[in-house]
């Protein structure tokens, strides 16, 4: 089975929950025990598990800043966007996750978010359910 979900960003760089979208893909698939591939169709963001805590997303946001700065990129000569595709690169733009009892298999604290480095835009989510 294989759904896509679309999420609309509003920031360049941005943390968004996409966990209560996937879990009701999951609930509605009714797979018992399995495996979900979550990838984003995009090569300037990425998908990653943490907490949905407003100080923690600042701080990983504050993070991909820092890490970036200063750099002279080559790549900025095109579309000024370099930062963007190494932070994607760098974190990765899927995840697979464990399926258990028709629900996503996370701890307590984690959710699944989708990491924006180059919005606002427009992005693809596939969740393949094996």
Request: no cysteine; net charge positive.
């Amino acid at each position: 089975m294989i759904k896509e979900i679309t999420i609309l960003s509003k920031q360049r760089y941005e943390m968004i929950d996409i966990t209560d979208k996937l879990e009701e893909i999951i609930k509605k698939a009714s797979i018992k025990n399995g495996l979900a591939l979550i990838f984003v169709r995009h090569s300037t963001a990425g998908v990653i598990l943490t907490e949905n805590e407003a100080g923690l997303k600042q701080d990983w946001i504050n993070f991909f800043k820092r890490m970036m700065s200063g750099i002279d990129f080559k790549h900025n000569q095109i579309d000024n966007n370099a930062d963007s595709h190494i932070l994607a690169g760098l974190m990765g733009q899927g995840r697979t996750i464990s399926i258990e009892n028709n629900k996503l298999n996370r701890g307590f604290w984690q959710q699944i978010f989708l990491a924006e480095f180059d919005g606002p835009r427009t992005r693809t989510i596939i969740i393949k359910i094996i």
